[in-house]
């Protein structure tokens, strides 16, 4: 082989190498979104443990909208029906961040405050979404470590439905069941 057709072998091997060649996911580059796969209204039931209580909740909700890439907002945590951004980790898993809820008054209590832990973890099998919150509730001197469990079937994938379901007035809400958040509000005035 001459020295030219080495060195353009070479130039070839190299830029070939540096292309990338392709991604994990078997794309062009980059890795696969599946937030997708997560968005959408989810129906199910709830059980939240507090201080060593557990309280099952049927008919509870949650909301979940894409933010970005492998990036969604898990709503209706909070009694605002805001929640955690989360982390799609792959097609069936995401990985929650931290958030603290605005503070609320509570039965007696006049600002509890509901902090959510980084690491609560949402899992897809057999088109069920079981998630998994830990986090710590705090207001007029009393505090208590929290859990919260949710499993159900996702039930709407219509983005202006969605925007349009946290819209909806109290009477509707009731009518189709209660959000996570008001879940939990509820055993928390029963601890307060």
């Given at each position: 082989?001459?020295?030219?057709?080495?060195?353009?072998?070479?130039?070839?091997?190299m830029l070939a190498a540096c292309s990338g060649g392709g991604g994990?996911?078997?794309?062009?580059?980059?890795?696969?979104?599946?937030?997708?796969?997560?968005?959408?209204?989810?129906?199910?039931?709830?059980?939240?443990?507090?201080?060593?209580?557990?309280?099952?909740?049927?008919?509870?909700?949650?909301?979940?909208?894409?933010?970005?890439?492998?990036?969604?907002?898990?709503?209706?945590?909070?009694?605002?029906?805001?929640?955690?951004?989360?982390?799609?980790?792959?097609?069936?898993?995401?990985?929650?961040?931290?958030?603290?809820?605005?503070?609320?008054?509570?039965?007696?209590?006049?600002?509890?405050?509901?902090?959510?832990?980084?690491?609560?973890?949402?899992?897809?099998?057999?088109?069920?979404?079981?998630?998994?919150?830990?986090?710590?509730?705090?207001?007029?001197?009393?505090?208590?470590?929290?859990?919260?469990?949710?499993?159900?079937?996702?039930?709407?994938?219509?983005?202006?439905?969605?925007?349009?379901?946290?819209?909806?007035?109290?009477?509707?809400?009731?009518?189709?069941?209660?959000?996570?958040?008001?879940?939990?509000?509820?055993?928390?005035?029963?601890?307060?």
């Amino acid at each position: 082989m001459n020295r030219a057709k080495k060195a353009a072998l070479v130039v070839s091997l190299m830029l070939a190498a540096c292309s990338g060649g392709g991604g994990s996911d078997g794309s062009s580059g980059g890795t696969t979104d599946y937030s997708g796969n997560f968005v959408g209204r989810w129906d199910g039931s709830s059980t939240l443990t507090l201080d060593g209580q557990s309280t099952p909740s049927p008919g509870t909700y949650t909301r979940i909208t894409r933010v970005g890439d492998n990036s969604v907002n898990v709503a209706d945590i909070c009694g605002d029906e805001t929640g955690p951004n989360a982390q799609v980790t792959s097609a069936t898993a995401f990985r929650m961040s931290g958030k603290t809820c605005p503070p609320a008054a509570v039965s007696g209590c006049s600002s509890v405050s509901f902090v959510l832990d980084a690491g609560g973890t949402g899992d897809l099998m057999n088109g069920q979404l079981a998630m998994s919150i830990t986090g710590s509730v705090t207001g007029c001197g009393l505090s208590f470590p929290l859990s919260m469990t949710f499993i159900g079937s996702r039930t709407s994938t219509n983005p202006a439905a969605l925007m349009a379901e946290g819209e909806a007035n109290a009477a509707a809400v009731v009518a189709e069941g209660e959000t996570i958040g008001a879940a939990i509000a509820a055993e928390l005035a029963r601890h307060f």
